[in-house]
């Protein structure tokens, strides 16, 4: 059976928490909070730095009974499976599940179902959880760590964004992997280029230094994805594409010679090459966005080390609404 519905729980620090609901938002509306979220919308759980697991729900029930009276609907006889209880911060609304009662909960759920029991290689893995007050069955998905690789790039500096809100920042902007035309007009070593590949999106990277060029050649080269690497030495103001989407992660005054007003003329000419602009910034660019003719759609913070960078989504007017 295909799941129309899923489960998601998501874990995050305090510091990456407003980045983490402004994935949320962009992956499931507007509406929807929490670290734990059901919906209808598929995404893949490996996409998410903060995504920790999925369930796609075959079944529920409104109470431990009639679940495990539903089981036996699933699985299949030639299949080799195990049950796990999936805890999260609100599965114990229905009362205190200890470990013990989890185990036995899953052994009787799995007990019922169809298959052979492998608790250490199963080829699928079932998962029950309650969520207010409502118990659900279905198939369990682990997020994978895809990331984690890229911390360590072959080139790197260290203002550079980080491969965890670089990952974060191509899933805003392109939530639900859509034919969208991306470009990262100021890229450096290419941290957002390789996040967008690995996920299998194409973002074109553009950059004055060669140097740095150079580098996000070498770091896409080295992980080897089957994407174009379309990489060239440009200034913004050069630019003539139109695109979907830019990402701008501005220059910081306290690490290079880049002034307010190269600052703001960066973001005047990516609204004029892109309908969307995602900006990063340790500085206010509010006035700026407005003046470039941009509108502010969604924002959030997140800190790294000793300051604080500031994500602003920004479109323009007609595109807003």
């Avoid at 500085?283 to 407005?290: G, H, K, L, Y």
Wanted: one cysteine or more.
């Amino acid at each position: 059976m295909t799941a129309s519905h899923y489960l998601y729980t998501y874990g995050y620090t305090e510091d990456e928490g407003e980045l983490a609901e402004l994935e949320i938002r962009a992956f499931f509306g507007a509406t929807v909070k929490g670290k734990v979220i059901l919906s209808d919308i598929s995404i893949d759980p490996s996409r998410s730095v903060f995504i920790r697991e999925k369930l796609h729900i075959l079944t529920q029930a409104t109470n431990v009974a009639d679940l495990i009276e539903k089981a036996r609907e699933y699985g299949c006889a030639s299949e080799s499976y195990k049950v796990i209880f999936l805890k999260h911060e609100l599965s114990n609304m229905t009362g205190e599940w200890k470990v013990e009662q989890r185990l036995q909960l899953a052994r009787t759920i799995g007990n019922q179902m169809p298959g052979i029991l492998d608790l250490k290689t199963p080829s699928r893995i079932y998962a029950i959880t309650n969520l207010n007050g409502v118990w659900y069955l279905g198939n369990y998905e682990k997020s994978k760590p895809i990331w984690m690789k890229h911390v360590k790039k072959p080139q790197g500096y260290s203002t550079a964004l980080n491969a965890r809100t670089a990952r974060t920042l191509v899933n805003i902007a392109n939530p639900h992997e859509e034919a969208l035309t991306m470009i990262d007009p100021c890229c450096g070593i290419g941290t957002v280029l390789v996040e967008a590949a690995s996920m299998g999106m194409l973002v074109k990277g553009r950059d004055k230094n060669p140097l740095a060029c150079s580098g996000a050649r070498d770091n896409l080269q080295y992980y080897n994805y089957p994407i174009p690497i379309d990489i060239e030495i440009k200034v913004i103001e050069d630019e003539q594409g139109q695109y979907d989407v830019a990402f701008l992660d501005l220059p910081y005054n306290l690490y290079t010679h880049s002034t307010e007003v190269q600052q703001h003329a960066l973001i005047t000419h990516a609204a004029r090459i892109a309908d969307r602009v995602v900006i990063v910034t340790i500085d206010s660019m509010d006035e700026a966005i407005q003046h470039a003719g941009l509108q502010i759609v969604d924002r959030a913070t997140t800190t790294k080390q000793r300051f604080t960078r500031e994500i602003l989504i920004c479109q323009k007017p007609d595109l807003s609404n």
